[in-house]
């Protein structure tokens, strides 16, 4: 097979059985003011993923130009109306535990509940918590009730860990159907509780979503969404940690992000198996600045689609 491209950002290639085909995912340049949106690795939530170039959160500026592509929803000067909020395990499953007992499933549904006051007081939106307290809910229960309530947005909060120790940071996630490395695909391993041998034995699970990966402005919108919410965990965090380190945006094949039909992210926003990252997620104030850079995020990433909502 020969492919004669005049450009070529990026390619996926990954089999598929049933019957056995090759399926070659092929990416061209962007133009000017576009995203940079490469594949990744899985993550520690449940996923392949992979990992992206960090870029510069997208401004309203950067749809405004006539030669500029537009993503359907802004074409439509669709609003978000609706948010849903997921806070990552819950119940019998506490999701990470850190070195000194702290649980996954506590951080993130503080974390929610903190976002969601923040989404309700300072935006003209509607909240949809997948849980709000300690319950378990399931991986397809979640995005199953954002599509039931006309959610327009996705945000699904998790900690990372590591069995380095020493791993740190923050990194936002997209789906994907390929991992980036072996830390991303461990992250999504554990977060959709799966073996990395079983999310690799996926390819029916793959064949069937892909068509839908493809058909609508989904992805594109989320890597939006995704580039102005780490760019804003960062820098809102950098003044409490210092050494708060930017993992970037990255693809990976999570249940929850899979399975929405709205654009969706998933925030790891730390590692509980760092000792020193697990005793600022242990206090309230470091947890309000988490939950108050992902409001920034998502405000600066609605405000992005206002101007070109104004004229049409």
Do not use: W
């Not at 609706?82 to 007992?101: L, N, Q, R, S």
């Not at 390929?178 to 390819?203: F, I, V, Y």
């Not at 309000?288 to 409001?295: D, V």
Request: glycine content about 8%.
């Amino acid at each position: 097979m020969v492919l004669d491209l005049a450009s070529l950002k990026s390619y996926m290639a990954f089999p598929l059985r049933e019957p056995d085909r090759l399926v070659i995912d092929v990416t061209g340049q962007d133009g000017p003011g576009d995203s940079d949106a490469a594949s990744q690795p899985v993550s520690s939530a449940g996923s392949a993923a992979l990992t992206e170039t960090p870029t510069a959160a997208p401004s309203a500026a950067n749809h405004d130009g006539g030669d500029q592509k537009l993503s359907l929803s802004r074409q439509m000067g669709l609003k978000v109306k609706t948010i849903a909020i997921d806070a990552g395990h819950g119940g019998h499953d506490p999701g990470a535990v850190g070195k000194y007992g702290l649980k996954e499933k506590d951080v993130t549904l503080d974390v929610a509940r903190r976002l969601a006051v923040l989404v309700k007081e300072e935006l003209d939106c509607n909240v949809i918590m997948t849980r709000d307290k300690d319950e378990f809910v399931g991986l397809e229960e979640r995005p199953a009730l954002a599509k039931t309530k006309g959610a327009d947005l996705f945000v699904s909060i998790h900690v990372n860990a590591h069995r380095r120790r020493t791993a740190r940071g923050i990194e936002t996630y997209i789906q994907g159907l390929q991992a980036s490395d072996r830390d991303a695909m461990e992250t999504a391993a554990r977060e959709n509780a799966m073996s990395m041998k079983r999310l690799s034995e996926l390819g029916s699970e793959i064949e069937r979503i892909l068509a839908d990966l493809k058909k609508d402005d989904k992805i594109e919108e989320s890597i939006q969404l995704a580039h102005t919410v780490q760019a804003s965990l960062v820098d809102t965090i950098r003044p409490a940690q210092k050494s708060v380190v930017n993992l970037g945006v990255k693809r990976a094949f999570f249940y929850v992000l899979i399975n929405t039909e709205m654009p969706s992210i998933l925030a790891e926003v730390g590692f509980i198996s760092n000792q020193e990252e697990e005793k600022l997620l242990k206090t309230s104030a470091y947890r309000q600045k988490i939950a108050e850079a992902l409001f920034d995020g998502i405000k600066k990433y609605m405000d992005s689609m206002s101007p070109k909502m104004a004229g049409l």
